[in-house]
């Protein structure tokens, strides 16, 4: 098994891309629902913290802000890693997430080996 790191974007930015507050509060049983069956089959590998809660970003001059709050058009939303035999059953997992019903998009990297 590897490990995948999912990464959930969409577009914070304009106005009319924004799903309504009903939307939202609807895809929460979904969001459950996923990682709930992620975590049934013993693949979810490590879940990270929500991306509201914590997180710092070290600017280029050393600076270092609360976030990871970034502006730009699409926005990183959360992730999670997950355990898979390849990409295909990343990918699988990945195109059953809540964010693609909110216009969002997944992204998939493997997580490399340290040691090669």
Known sequence: MNDFLLIFRRDFTNKD???SPEELQNSIKAWQNWFGGIAAQ???S???QRWDIAGKVVKSNK???NGPFVEI???IGGLIIVRAENYEEAVEIAQSC???ELGGNVE???ASDPEG
């Open 17 to 19: 891309a924004q799903p």
């Open 42 to 44: 013993n693949k979810l």
């Open 46 to 48: 490590r879940p990270l």
């Open 63 to 65: 600076h270092v802000i």
């Open 73 to 75: 058009k699409e926005s």
């Open 98 to 100: 809540p964010i693609l």
């Open 108 to 110: 998939i990297r493997m």
